[in-house]
């Protein structure tokens, strides 16, 4: 089946870098976009960042664009959100996700936590 798996959370001081990783597997990785979302406390779930499936196009939210970068490396069946500079607005739950047959599979989300 099915199976995304984020690591790579954790608490980081302001300015700070963090690298999200999420292995996929049940599915042929490198024919879907991969995705990453995240939540905030008492947000909606947002679209951060995406990739495409061969040719790595990417699109970023505008809160993010210049400070992360989607990756995707399809030999190891991960994607990688690298983010750089990060800010105490950038607290949230982050998810991986794709979608297949129109139907939206997620992990179970890392912690990112910005704060001094």
């Known amino acids: 089946q099915v199976q995304l798996v984020e690591s790579g959370g954790g608490l980081v001081q302001p300015g700070g870098s963090l690298r999200l990783s999420c292995a996929a597997s049940g599915f042929f990785f490198s024919y879907y976009a991969m995705n990453w979302y995240r939540q905030a406390p008492g947000k909606e779930r947002e679209l951060v960042a995406t990739?495409?499936?061969?040719?790595?196009?990417?699109n970023y939210a505008d809160s993010v664009k210049g400070r992360f970068t989607i990756s995707r490396d399809n030999a190891k069946n991960t994607v990688y959100l690298q983010m750089n500079s990060l800010k105490p607005e950038d607290t949230a739950v982050y998810y991986c996700?794709?979608?297949?047959?129109?139907?939206?599979?997620w992990g179970q989300g890392t912690q990112v936590t910005v704060s001094s």
């Open positions: 990739t495409s499936r061969r040719d790595g196009i990417t």
């Open positions: 996700n794709t979608q297949i047959s129109l139907y939206n599979y």
